[in-house]
């Protein structure tokens, strides 16, 4: 199995900026190629894809409201994935999961997801 552990969420002003941090471990976490994703959810809203990278690092994938603003890497040595978030604004807020899927390309769609973690908070105030 997987496990994967979200840090870095908070309180911060309109125009500030978090970096979020998502830890994979688990017995096959290392041995198989993973592509990594962002995802939040908003009260009273769907859970919405926000960025995504394959396992190499190489290819990324952004939806349109953070695209410009947010920035996802992995240090794969590290088993970590991480969204760099610049410029935020109170419509970020929400709650942020990281996810696994299997496979080495760039996943967007969250049914194709095989782990999730806890996920951490965002609040960005006006």
């Known amino acids: 199995q997987v496990q994967l552990v979200e840090s870095g969420g908070g309180l911060v002003q309109a125009g500030g900026s978090l970096r979020l941090s998502c830890a994979g471990s688990?017995?096959?976490?290392?041995?198989?190629?993973?592509?990594m994703g962002w995802f939040r959810q908003a009260p009273g809203k769907e859970r919405e894809f926000v960025a995504a990278?394959?396992?190499?690092?190489?290819?990324?994938a952004y939806a349109d409201s953070v695209k410009g603003r947010f920035t996802i890497s992995r240090d794969n040595a590290k088993n970590t994935v991480y969204l760099q978030m610049n410029g935020l604004k109170p419509e970020d807020t929400a709650v942020y999961y990281c996810?696994?899927?299997?496979?080495?390309?760039?996943?967007?769609?969250?049914?194709?997801?095989?782990?999730w973690g806890q996920g951490t908070q965002v609040t960005v105030s006006s």
């Open positions: 996810a696994a899927s299997y496979g080495i390309v760039v996943v967007t769609a969250s049914k194709l997801y095989a782990y």
């Open positions: 688990g017995r096959t976490f290392s041995r198989y190629d993973y592509g």
């Open positions: 990278i394959n396992w190499s690092g190489g290819s990324t």
